[in-house]
């Protein structure tokens, strides 16, 4: 196992004092109130990008969908205001042509500097599929993204070799392909899905298999499953796990942030955002879902923020709300640090953090808790 990478998030669709949804839970329609709502403006992006490379994040991941801002565009911006953070751009490789996103990678790798990681998203919302005019089911969409995958590896051929790529496949017919990297790499190909489709197309193609995050025993098992797919065909994957963070100084002043988010919730706000999630056809958001059926509604009534601790120290709030990574680690500097390390040893080494708003929170997890990783040798190099 290699050391631990730290990556943050970039809140494309906008930041706030309060939890942001994502998805139709647009925060200018019913999100947190607009003195507190800041605008992913490009200064904004720019400001939160600079902090995690100053505070030692090696990447940020971009998130895609008609709810942000376009990843691409906004990582080739950024990259000319960083020097040293990698981007790990996310995008529906059904909406756009393999040889296309090959061409996109070795331009952003000459401009950024070898800066960039591919996150592909083969897509959970029919509503959001259907916008950009696909309308293949769910399990198709991954046959398509297998296809996708394979052009987008073989395309990748040096300029001077006379070598040309030629796929014929059921989503593709591609002739003559070449796209020149130069001196630098294909990127590193992370992807998500926690459906039986998407860890077939994961375990033959991708590099780092990624997760929303649940408990520690849930992700060892889905890990070894996983793995074994991969070991059929001869490959080994990495593992990445995607999380919200709150680290303070003391457990208990980390609990009270958590209750702070909580309290800004309103019961309206939480069911329309869970009716929204509930037509979603991705594996992994309906795990989200399942986290906090039973403990959301309890904790309405109760207002108790403990009633969504659905392990020690996983606080299930910010689902109630937002799609995507549902769950946040919450406690001490030590104690998060902790619960690291023992993700770590199930096999993670990639964990993409996010916390609101994202500069504040950045430092609080990287003075606190990332300080802490640091002198137990455990970051990779
Ligand atoms: C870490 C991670 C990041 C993801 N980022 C996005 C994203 O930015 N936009 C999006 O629409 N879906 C995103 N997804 C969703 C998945 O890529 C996938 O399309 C969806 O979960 C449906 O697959 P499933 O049914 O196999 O879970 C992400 C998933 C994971 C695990």
Redesign the pocket.
């Known amino acids: 196992m290699s050391g631990i990478h730290l990556h943050w998030y970039l809140p494309t669709n906008g930041d706030s004092r309060e939890i942001v949804g994502s998805g139709d839970d647009s925060p200018l329609g019913n999100g947190p109130s607009r003195s507190r709502f800041r605008e992913a403006s490009l200064d904004y992006l720019s400001l939160v990008a600079k902090t995690a490379e100053t505070l030692g994040f090696e990447a940020v991941l971009t998130?895609?969908?008609t709810w942000c801002e376009d990843a691409w565009i906004v990582t080739a911006a950024l990259a000319q205001v960083t020097t040293r953070l990698k981007f790990l751009v996310?995008f529906r490789p059904g909406l756009i042509s393999p040889t296309l996103v090959a061409h996109q990678a070795a331009t952003l790798q000459r401009i950024s500097g070898g800066r960039l990681l591919l996150?592909v998203?083969?897509?959970?919302?029919p509503l959001?599929q259907k916008r950009f005019g696909d309308h293949l089911g769910?399990d198709q969409r991954y046959e398509r993204t297998g296809e996708f995958l394979e052009i987008l590896r073989g395309v990748v051929l040096p300029a001077g070799s006379g070598r040309r790529f030629d796929f014929r496949g059921k989503h593709y017919d591609i002739e003559g392909a070449q796209i020149d990297f130069g001196k630098w790499p294909l990127p590193d190909i992370f992807f998500?899905?926690?459906?039986g489709?998407?860890q077939a197309v994961a375990a033959r193609h991708v590099d780092t298999y990624?997760?929303?995050g649940e408990s520690p025993a849930t992700e060892a098992a889905r890990i070894g499953h996983v793995r074994e797919l991969a070991a059929a065909q001869g490959r080994k994957l990495s593992f990445g796990i995607?999380l919200h963070v709150i680290s303070r100084d003391t457990e208990a002043q980390a609990w009270e942030e958590a209750e702070r988010l909580l309290e800004r919730l309103t019961p309206e706000r939480i069911a329309q955002a869970q009716a929204i999630l509930a037509r979603t056809?991705?594996?992994?958001?309906r795990r989200m879902n399942a986290l906090h059926s039973d403990s959301g509604t309890a904790a309405l009534t109760a207002r108790s923020v403990r009633d969504l601790e659905i392990s020690p120290h996983l606080w299930a709030g910010y689902g109630l709300v937002r799609g995507?990574?549902g769950i946040a680690i919450v406690g001490s500097h030590e104690q998060v640090a902790s619960l690291i390390e023992e993700y770590h040893a199930v096999g993670f080494d990639h964990f993409?953090l996010s916390g609101q708003p994202h500069v504040e929170e950045a430092y609080h997890f990287a003075e606190g808790a990332l300080a802490v990783l640091k002198s137990k040798g455990l970051l990779a190099a």
Not at 121 to 125: L, M, P, Q, R
Not at 192 to 195: D, E, K, L, Q, T
Not at 281 to 285: F, H, R, V, W
Request: some cysteine.
């Open positions: 998130p895609t969908g996310a996150n998203v083969t897509g959970g919302d959001e769910h998500g899905g926690a459906s489709a998407a990624l997760v929303w995607c056809e991705s594996a992994g958001q995507g990574a993409i």
